[in-house]
Every structure is written in structure tokens, then in C-alpha cells.
């Protein structure tokens, strides 16, 4: 038989605990009042809003956030349910925008971020945000699109061979 050992948690885990149910839930928040946004603009234009479907993404977020609450609420932790908590807080922190960005200022090469942006001029997190697509979660394939957005030469590029494209067609 093997026992079971309980741990304590110290403030400090409790508090990353939170602030990543926070995270989630801001960001949660911000999709929510966005989705509202539209719906009332829908409205005003006479169009039905669209109710918003609970995707997989969204029920394993949620899933991970109640995993979260009822091992903060316990003082005493198994170590498997130590490694829940950590699972579970790595997943929500480090797929967050803010995270990300960090990651593409620090850790992705110049190289790539100049190849992307078409400058050294790297935007800030409010351009950077303003880009973003209206999800919860973000991967780091979802940066590099976001970061494809700013270079505004090979947008104009890609414009240019869609037109000369068409015009030859004609």
C-alpha cells in the first residue's frame, strides 16, 4: 500500500492560484463584453445576434478554472493534486496575450520578429492587442499572425499581385 502525503499550500501558491483564475476570467470577461458589443450593433442594424457556441477550447478553460477553485479551496494537498494545480496554472499563464507578447519581445530572434514586421520597430502591447483576435486562449502561431499584420510592405505587395492578378484575367 502506498500512503498519501498532504502538503500545505503557502500564500504565495494561493496567490499565484488566484491570479491565474483572474487572468482567465478578465480575459473571459473582455470576450464576453465584446460578444455583446456586437450583438447590440447587430441589433441596431435589424440583424438576429448569433447566440455563442461553447467550443472544446472554452469547456477545457472552464474545466481547468474549476479544477483550480476547488484545490484553492482545500488546505491540505495530495501530491497529485499539487500537479493539477501546477498543470493547470501553467496552462491558463502561459497561453494568455500578455504572456505571449513577452515571449515574442524576449525569447523569438530579432531575425524573425524583422522578417515578420518588415521593421525593427516592434509594437507595443496595446497595437499588439488591438490585432488580436477574440478568443481566450492564444498560441504562438497566433502571434506570428498578428505580427504579419503590421508589415504594411508586404501587405501592399500582396495587394499589388491580387490586383495585376485580376487584371490579367480580364
Known sequence: MSTVKSVTLTQKENASIT?????ATNSKAKANANANKEAQNKLKSKQAPKP????????????????LKSIQGKRDLTMQEIGWKV?????LEDRTLSQLYKWMTKVMPLADRVELVGSKKIPTFNEFSAVAPRKLLFGK??????L???????????????????????
Open 19 to 23: 491570479r491565474a483564475i483572474n487572468k
Open 87 to 91: 498543470n493547470a496554472t501553467n496552462k
Open 52 to 67: 455563442l457556441a461553447k467550443s472544446k477550447g472554452h469547456l477545457k478553460i472552464e474545466k481547468r478554472i474549476n479544477d
Open 141 to 146: 502561431y497566433d502571434v506570428i499572425r498578428m
Open 148 to 170: 504579419q499584420k503590421f508589415n504594411k510592405k508586404a501587405i501592399a505587395k500582396a495587394k499589388a499581385e491580387r490586383q495585376n492578378k485580376a487584371t490579367t484575367k480580364k
